[in-house]
């Protein structure tokens, strides 16, 4: 007799079916602020200002972030720890300059006459910092979730070597790198 064996269904894991809502809530709210954005944008009074030359530098930071971010979960994957830790710790710096480096941008505009909030601001210009600002809030988020890994990475608890923890992470970081370009191309082009 032969014995029929019905395949496993492959499951995703719980956390990363959670994550994958949580992405999707994210992408949700980002399309109604740039549909807010281009609605708005045709009201007489709307300012048209350049965006701050830093921001191309944030944008090189955050997508060498996401190829420090791939080249850890794949040094994860192969239990090399050393370059493991290294690369997730400079994931997390590159994520904290990131975020250094948008500040400065709204530095910039603020030094420039463009107010962001409150009186003699522009809705042009609150637009802009509600945006940017959620999207830097959602990358302190992932160096948040990377200082944890770099903390796990160097502490001398007992090693767990799942790498569900570091592919959630992993997905997670990239998505912010895909949505800061998403949102940077947006920003430049319909700003003018």
């Keep these: 007799m032969s014995t029929v064996t019905s395949p496993e269904r492959k499951r995703i894991h719980p956390h990363k079916f959670t994550m994958w809502l949580a992405l999707g809530s994210i992408i949700m709210m980002f399309a109604a602020l740039t549909s807010a954005y281009i609605v708005k944008k045709e009201q007489s009074n709307w300012l048209l200002f350049p965006l701050p030359k830093i921001f191309w530098y944030s944008t090189l930071v955050i997508l060498f972030s996401s190829l420090t971010m791939f080249l850890s979960a794949k040094a994860f994957k192969a239990r090399d720890m050393v370059k493991y830790r290294t690369l997730i710790t400079l994931t997390a710096v590159l994520g904290i300059l990131f975020g250094a480096l948008q500040w400065t941008g709204f530095t910039d505009l603020q030094l420039h006459g463009v ?78």
């Design 115 to 192: 107010k962001i909030f409150g009186v003699g601001s522009n809705a042009s210009a609150s637009f802009l910092g509600i945006i940017v600002g959620l999207h830097v809030v959602h990358v302190l988020g992932g160096v948040i979730a990377l200082l944890v890994l770099f903390f796990r990475a160097f502490s001398n608890k007992q090693k767990i070597y799942s790498p569900v923890p570091v592919e959630i992470v992993s997905t997670y970081w990239h998505f912010v790198d895909i949505l800061w370009i998403y949102l940077f191309i947006f920003l430049s082009f319909v700003n003018r």
